[in-house]
T-cell receptor
Framework: KQEVTQIPAALSVPEGENLVLNCSFTDSAIYNLQWFRQDPGKGLTSLLLIQSSQREQTSGRLNASLDKSSGRSTLYIAASQPGDSATYLCAVPTAGSQGNLIFGKGTKLSVKP | EADIYQTPRYLVIGTGKKITLECSQTMGHDKMYWYQQDPGMELHLIHYSYGVNSTEKGDLSSESTVSRIRTEHFPLTLESARPSHTSQYLC????????????FGPGTRLLVL
């Protein structure tokens, strides 16, 4: 059964730092991996989707990488800002499914001004 | 503007009441999902639908039921609410053209007294 783990559970950094969030998954037979952002009391916002054939995706200050063979993904945030404070979740489709997602517990990021 | 909506945003209700959580999307997506998220915990899929008249149970067992009579509408119903149903319920949708990203609504926070 697919399991998704995110480390660290929480992270506090000063503004301007570059940081890396980690996601690991136990079953490497995935179609893609998605990173989401969740603000307190709100829904999820999709940040990046990496297809299984890709190794990385970039959007602005965000860069996500995928290493299927090792079951790992990282989300790199450059020049962090207080507005980046949120919980970051990674998710992969369940086996045999292209839509149903299994989520990690997330990394709660706090960027201090 | 294409979006996904959930009502109510917050609901406090007594034990034994019947409740329906509404979810609507204007993106024309065939796939829709309901997730349950307890505070500080990961999201768990409780129901999904791949189109009109299609509904399936997700990975997490739930006493709730869903219906999909129209493409844009995917309501979730609890016939008799209990305190154990207290949680956040998130609705999402995605296109059916493959492993597409999911778009989430703002969520409904349910408190059953």
């Amino acid at each position: 059964k697919q399991e998704v783990t995110q480390i660290p559970a929480a992270l506090s950094v000063p503004e301007g730092e570059n940081l890396v969030l980690n996601c690991s998954f136990t079953d490497s037979a995935i179609y893609n991996l998605q990173w989401f952002r969740q603000d307190p009391g709100k829904g999820l916002t999709s940040l990046l989707l990496i297809q299984s054939s890709q190794r990385e995706q970039t959007s602005g200050r965000l860069n996500a990488s995928l290493d299927k063979s090792s079951g790992r993904s990282t989300l790199y945030i450059a020049a962090s800002q207080p507005g980046d404070s949120a919980t970051y979740l990674c998710a992969v489709p369940t086996a045999g499914s292209q839509g149903n997602l299994i989520f990690g517990k997330g990394t709660k990021l706090s960027v201090k001004p | 503007e294409a979006d996904i909506y959930q009502t109510p945003r917050y609901l406090v209700i007594g034990t034994g009441k019947k409740i329906t959580l509404e979810c609507s999307q204007t993106m024309g997506h065939d796939k829709m999902y309901w997730y349950q998220q307890d505070p500080g915990m990961e999201l768990h899929l409780i129901h999904y639908s791949y189109g009109v008249n299609s509904t399936e149970k997700g990975d997490l067992s739930s006493e709730s039921t869903v219906s999909r009579i129209r493409t844009e509408h995917f309501p979730l119903t609890l016939e008799s609410a209990r305190p154990s149903h207290t949680s956040q319920y998130l609705c999402a949708s995605s296109a059916s053209t493959g492993a597409e990203t999911q778009y989430f609504g703002p969520g409904t926070r349910l408190l059953v007294l």
